[in-house]
């Protein structure tokens, strides 16, 4: 009579061991299957961020090529405009070197490779920098990689100003004060 008494919770034990095991390894599948449907959304997001970029890269391209189609009289005022504001020797005597027209480099902040990140964007002028917005240079900066997206263009637009209008003079007194083009 003992025997069965001992053997029922034996059973019983074994029992719900069982049935726990199982439902513990139909539950760990479930979340397994989560994750990889998390992680594909993600990977699918990443995609799609990746594809709205290239078009809006495309977009601004096509904007860029359009607005670079002028009158006649249109081209010869932007070409005659910059030239009559350019003074290479003033600028040379300010700065102690030899600066070139429309030189991106003069900004502070900017340097060769963020100049060729601007140039590849359509931007090559002190004119042009000067009018675009520091929400669009921020995301050709951003678009340009982790490297580029730390640099804050806040004060580019406005020292490109200076630049374009030939104020040498004023542009080195308030770039001294300066950091990496922040205020």
Known sequence: MNIPCILIPALVGLICGILGYLLGKMNSKGDD?????????????????????AKI???EADLA??????????SFAANASPGLLFDAALATKVYGKKVKENDLKVVEG?????EALFNAAGITTWQELSETPTEK??????????NFAIHNPSTWAK????????K????????QGLLGGKE
């Open 57 to 59: 890269s495309s977009l």
């Open 159 to 166: 020292q490109a100003l200076l630049a374009y209008q030939g």
């Open 33 to 53: 299957s989560l994750a990889l449907s998390l992680q594909a959304d993600l990977d699918a997001c990443k995609a799609n961020t990746r594809s709205l970029n």
């Open 137 to 146: 240079l921020q995301s050709i900066l951003d678009a340009g990689g982790e």
């Open 168 to 175: 040498w003079q004023e542009l080195k007194d308030w770039q």
């Open 65 to 74: 090529a359009k607005a670079k189609i002028t009158t006649p009289a249109q």
């Open 110 to 114: 900017i340097g060769p490779k963020i």
